[in-house]
């Protein structure tokens, strides 16, 4: 069921997206190229809505099947659900106006506590059988834990496929063991909210995948990536909470911690990556939501690796971090920690070895060596400045014919040719000077000034 679930998500969210990317067209929802981006020409940006409709479609499956009766007895689903359209709607609205950080906040607040008021709440922690006995402070932490989630992954969306692919990987061990831990704890009854909502997660990532990766026709933007930052907090949120208290201590106790554990394994890059940056811009005495050029896959890039390499590479570092966290509860720790020791290096060397610099393999268009890709000259690159009127007269005449003095007011482009001589030493005084040469029929009606005498 499942499965099932994951696969109706999947197929509705890839086959909505066309429709995402023509309403973020007629909406302007339009990322345009910006100093700290990567990508060359402006691509659509409302990717999340797909993402969101592909969840409530296969949400509303979900509520109509007898296997999964038992999660819809409260309204922790609906909760979920509803956050998700609040932040989905927000992220339209900064995707298409770039709302300032306040606001957005305050949106992320709104949504949060919505879910929390709706019962997705933080009670029980695994730790020395704390209990949360305030409900003010019950909501507080909910509504803190789910608005670093949702900021945890819009700070990583930086790269085609990179936000979308973390979670799903992520998503997919945190959902392998909600359902061993629903199997372990009622082998009646596999029906489980956070195993619902993780499938569901998981599959409209998927579904968004082939869209999104490099190079992409639409990004999921802020409504996207905020939209699966909350249900993957929601779904960590309804196994944490419920956490029996009376833990272990000890070696034996690790597993009991998993809860908390693993939502952080998953979450390892984006938490990572929001950290250091707010380190990085409090350190530069600027706002920690100020962009800059300095997150992990601009790092990546700067490192070598080509765009989808560097993606697939960071795919890599999540799998490391999610599996063994999920593994803890199959074996022990000894094992585990032997072998994702093995798995950490061969990720670094795949990160600092050769492979960013030889062979293609995941190679693009966009081949980097440590340099930041250009934007070209028709989406704002400077224009050309127009050849000189004194270079003009010293240099022989072009195989084409002069524009007249009536078309002159709208001087065009033009590459000088190869055996052309270097322009005349006035022509060059004037440029260091700053000066901008004028065309020669707009020169001769300008007033005559020192300039244009010499």
Not at 255 to 264: G, S
Not at 349 to 366: E, K, M, N, Q
Request: with cysteine.
């Amino acid at each position: 069921m499942y499965l099932l679930l994951m696969l109706v998500a999947a197929a509705v969210t890839f086959l909505t997206t066309p429709f995402a990317r023509w309403v973020a067209l007629k909406s302007s929802a339009i990322s345009a190229v910006r100093s700290r981006d990567v990508h060359l020409v402006p691509t659509p940006r409302l990717g999340g809505l797909a993402m969101l409709i592909g969840i409530v479609v296969a949400v509303l499956l979900a509520s109509q099947m007898p296997f999964l009766s038992g999660v819809f007895v409260d309204r922790q689903a609906w909760g979920i659900v509803g956050g998700a359209a609040i932040v989905c709607a927000l992220g339209w609205a900064d995707d298409k106006w770039d709302l300032d950080w306040v606001t957005k906040l305050a949106g992320q607040v709104l949504a949060a506590g919505f879910m929390a008021l709706q019962g997705v709440q933080l009670i029980t922690m695994p730790i020395g059988g704390l209990t949360i006995t305030s409900s003010r402070t019950s909501l507080v932490v909910t509504v803190l834990v789910v608005v670093i989630a949702m900021n945890a992954v819009n700070f990583v969306d930086g790269l085609d496929g990179l936000a979308a692919g973390i979670i799903a990987i992520g998503g997919s061990a945190f959902f392998l063991y909600t359902y061993g831990l629903t199997q372990q704890a009622s082998p009646d009854d596999y029906a489980s909210l956070a195993s619902l909502m993780l499938a569901v997660m998981v599959g409209v990532c998927i579904g968004f995948l082939p869209h999104n990766f490099h190079p992409a026709s639409i990004f999921m933007g802020d409504a996207g990536s905020m939209l699966i930052g909350l249900v993957m907090a929601g779904a960590a949120i309804t196994v944490t909470g419920n956490v029996q208290p009376d833990v272990m201590t000890g070696a034996q106790a690790l597993p009991a911690f998993i809860p908390l554990l693993l939502p952080v394994a998953v979450l390892m890059l984006p938490l990572l990556d929001m950290g250091l940056a707010v380190i990085r811009r409090l350190a530069a005495g600027k706002s920690p939501m100020a962009p800059d050029r300095m997150h992990l896959h601009h790092r990546m890039l700067a490192l070598g690796h080509s765009h989808r390499r560097a993606v697939v590479i960071l795919y890599v570092w999540t799998a490391v971090f999610a599996f063994s966290a999920a593994a803890l509860i199959q074996w022990e720790w000894e094992i585990v920690l032997v072998w994702t020791t093995v798995f950490v290096v061969l990720a670094l060397l795949a990160t600092l070895g050769p492979l960013r610099h030889r062979g293609r393999f995941l190679d693009d268009d966009v081949a980097l060596s440590g340099q930041v890709p250009k934007v070209p000259a028709a989406v704002g690159a400077p224009t050309a400045v127009p050849q000189p009127a004194a270079a003009a007269q010293s240099a022989p005449a072009p195989s084409t014919p002069a524009p007249s003095a009536s078309t002159s007011s709208t001087p065009k482009r033009s590459t000088p040719a190869p055996s052309a001589p270097a322009p005349s030493t006035s022509a060059q005084s004037a440029t260091s000077r700053g000066t901008v040469p004028q065309p020669a029929a707009r020169r001769s009606a300008a007033p005559k000034t020192k300039e244009t005498v010499e």
